[in-house]
């Protein structure tokens, strides 16, 4: 038990040490969604005719109804980022020495996983404090209410991430990849427009945001925030953090790569 919780924690401060060291990745990860909500957010009001949206049992604004997609956003960034500094530490040779360690294999990239979340939490609480400073804030309870919402979306998002990187062999195949997942999983879901809204567009359009788990995790966000439980939405992010982690652990087997079998 003593090498499980040392492994843990040897993990949790690598990726805390390496988030220290690339300043700009912090910067990066706030100034993206916070363009988004003090500068676009503006026209997406315009563009939609809304002022208010009353959903959720409660009257908010678009800025503030974005909030939670940009929570999100943040979120899947760091799952793909993450997914990155594995393949580098692929070909580095740094991650065929942690995964031959005598530890099990899913317990090691479960590590990887809790670390890059713990990150993540991290990141949306400084963005929900800066668009606090801003005006834009959510009730008080939300912000204490939404960090297991925030747990469970951000293990999903780094699964589908680990699950990524067990595929990508090479660095330079990696921005091809991103752009495909992270665009139409972020636009092609709840975080910008209401589903509502997409329905009286396109009823396939709002099919596939309806079946886009990025789409339940902004929604579990979005609930929490606002003191509310939403089960289906939970139920949706716990089953593709299942499907996506089964699938990492799947591609990370040494009998699937040709690696050879473990020690």
């Known amino acids: 038990m003593n090498a499980y919780l040392t492994s843990l924690l040897a993990i949790l401060k690598r990726e805390a040490l390496r988030f220290v060291h690339q300043r700009e990745r912090f910067v990066a990860a706030l100034v993206r969604p ?43 960034f760091n799952g793909m980022q993450s997914s990155l500094s594995l393949v580098y530490d692929r070909e580095m040779g740094s991650m065929k020495l942690l995964l031959t360690s005598p530890l099990p294999r899913w317990w090691l990239l479960l590590c990887k996983l809790l670390g890059s979340n713990a990150i993540s939490v991290l990141q949306v609480y400084a963005f929900l404090t800066i668009a606090a400073l801003f005006g834009i804030t959510m009730p008080v309870a939300g912000y204490v209410m939404v ?15 680990l699950l990524l990187s067990s595929f990508i062999k090479q660095l330079e195949n990696f921005a ?40 339940h995790a902004v929604e579990l966000i979005r609930f929490a925030l606002y003191l509310q439980f939403n089960g289906p939405a939970l139920g949706w992010a716990v089953a593709a953090t299942g499907v996506f982690t089964v699938a990492a652990l799947w591609g990370y087997n040494p009998a699937r790569t040709g690696a050879g079998k473990r020690r």
């Open 176 to 215: 091809g990849v991103m752009n495909f997942v992270i665009f139409p999983m972020f636009f092609l879901s709840s975080a910008l427009y209401p589903l509502w809204k997409m329905a009286e567009s396109s009823e396939l359009l709002y099919t596939i945001c309806a079946l886009n788990p990025f789409t």
């Open 34 to 76: 916070l363009v988004w909500l003090l500068v676009f957010a503006a026209g997406f009001r315009a563009a939609l005719g809304l002022s208010i949206i009353p959903p959720y049992q409660t009257y908010i604004t678009y800025e503030t109804y974005i909030v939670p997609g940009l929570c999100g956003m943040i979120m899947l």
């Open 147 to 161: 960090l297991p919402a925030l747990i469970v979306a951000g293990l999903m998002l780094g699964a589908l991430g």
